[in-house]
């Protein structure tokens, strides 16, 4: 098994000011405290993507293993869609990786599976990389349906010219989310396993070496444990992320 980086993704989802910042500096402070196998990511609203990569790009220590992302993006580079932005937006504000399919985005806003894979390569049109979220909800999981789904969003989320540099996978199971519940560690590695054939089928090596991420309901309590299993590479952390100490205290349980 290739060794993979671990990344502990924040997504901050529709929450903070500009008084937020001073977590952001938080996060800063603690990183360089990190093992070196870990790297940081976080995603605040896009409101505030230029102040945080600048704050970022200002610390004293410029070899800190934290990148600023976004939350989702638009399928066009530019035009009229009132509302909405580019990748090239979010690229030049200073996002280095765009989360893509959330299930809040594919719930809220009616996003398919061909959405997703459209939004994925504007993704690296901006020359950006995207993380594309997959996972089941609690009826489908009950029905006993969870690889079904997850292979169809693979299949129809996923864009062909995947990389392990240019895609990472979250698998965040729906009724995880925001609830407090989580899989067994068993039940996220029959997926996570799951995941890591399909992608290796499909692209080969790149699939071997491709950043899985799991989330739903991580914390610092259960992070370690949900860290430790196999073809889990790190985590996207909703609520959990919001506090400084939480987000950091998960990236050391990895
Ligand atoms: C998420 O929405 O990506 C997520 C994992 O949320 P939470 O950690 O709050 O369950």
């Known amino acids: 098994v290739p060794a993979v980086r671990s990344l502990i993704a924040g997504n901050w989802k529709m929450n903070g000011l500009k ?37 970022l790009a200002a610390h004293a220590n410029s070899a800190l293993p934290v990148a600023i992302g976004a939350q989702d993006c638009h399928t ?26 959330h299930s809040e985005r594919r719930a809220d806003h009616a996003e398919t599976d061909a959405i997703v894979r459209t939004k994925a390569q504007a993704v690296w049109r901006a020359g950006l990389v995207a993380i594309v979220c997959v996972g089941e909800t609690q009826g489908e999981r009950n029905a006993g349906h969870t690889l079904d789904v997850v292979a169809g969003q693979l299949a129809g989320s996923l864009p062909d010219g995947a990389t392990a ?16 519940m989580t899989p067994t560690a068993a039940d996220v590695e029959e997926v996570h396993g799951f995941i890591r054939q399909t992608l290796t089928q499909r692209f080969n090596g790149e699939g ?12 610092p309590s259960n992070a370690s444990e949900l860290m430790a299993v196999p073809h889990v590479n790190g985590a996207l952390v909703g ?16």
């Open 208 to 219: 071997e070496r491709m950043r899985l991420l799991y989330g739903g309901s991580v914390k």
């Open 19 to 55: 008084a937020a910042s001073s977590e952001l500096d938080a996060i800063l402070e603690g990183a360089a405290q990190l093992s070196s196998g870990v790297d940081l990511l976080v995603c605040p609203p896009a409101t505030l993507i230029a102040a945080f990569a600048d704050r």
């Open 165 to 180: 540099a240019n895609l990472v996978v979250a698998y965040e199971p729906v009724w995880a989310i925001g609830t407090g």
């Open 239 to 254: 609520g959990a992320s919001l506090k400084a100490s939480d987000f950091l205290a998960i990236a050391a349980g990895c």
């Open 76 to 101: 066009n580079a530019a035009g009229a869609h009132t509302g909405d932005i580019s990748a090239e937006m979010l690229a030049d504000a200073g996002a280095r990786t765009i989360i893509v399919g």
